[in-house]
């Protein structure tokens, strides 16, 4: 399965994105976050491709304009999803790609993926306890605050942590998605000059208010 979004595809990774993989994947401030060792050398980007990002779903976050690799993104089952219907979602990026907003797109085609095309009801997402960037892309997402788990182990880094799980509905990301639209279309008509800037506010503050009152950001 290829996935697209405005500035990126997501499509399974290959043995050739080794080398990019282990530019990022070597980062300290990458893995160790989301509860992975940073990679080694290209040749254990390579072992990652062969036994962990050839599983089902998991996608390399590409760059549309060169095609590149920059990050990783996938829908998995485990504790937290463990029902047919659900999956839990999880992702990274490289630093020098942080702060443009890619995972939330990425995360969003997935979310879409998952809900209108796999049949899912229930999407997972989690970070530890002090992943600030992840919480905050969860919170965008519109993402709901479930639960916090004390004592998890973390094998691959041989640490205990706090884990903070929240969970997507089918019926808020449908929610989510229509306030998305009604923005982009409010946007669209002031652009446009079929709307007044009054009128633009005008609407543009109800739509905030009815927001705000179903917990959508
Ligand atoms: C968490 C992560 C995937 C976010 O991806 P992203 O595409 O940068 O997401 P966003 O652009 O929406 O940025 C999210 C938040 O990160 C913070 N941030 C952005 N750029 C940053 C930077 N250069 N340095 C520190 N924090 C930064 C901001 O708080 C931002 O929130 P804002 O949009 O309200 O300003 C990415 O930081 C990452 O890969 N981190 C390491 C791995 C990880 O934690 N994975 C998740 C495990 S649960």
Redesign the pocket.
Known sequence: MILETKRLILRPWCEDDAEELYKYARDP??GP??GWPPHTSVENSLEIIRTVLSATETYAVCLKENGKPI?SIGLHRNDLAEKDDEYEL????GKP????????EASREMLRYAFEELGMNRIWC??YDG????R??QE?LGFVYHHTTEGLEVGQMNEIRTGHSNLMTKERYQKVELFREQKKLLDTFLETGAISCAQYEKSFGDLCDLMEMHGVE
């Open positions: 401030e990458v976050p989301a990050g999880g992702y990274w990026i790609f942080w702060g443009q907003g890619f995972i939330p989690g970070y992943n600030e960037k992840s905050r892309v965008k």
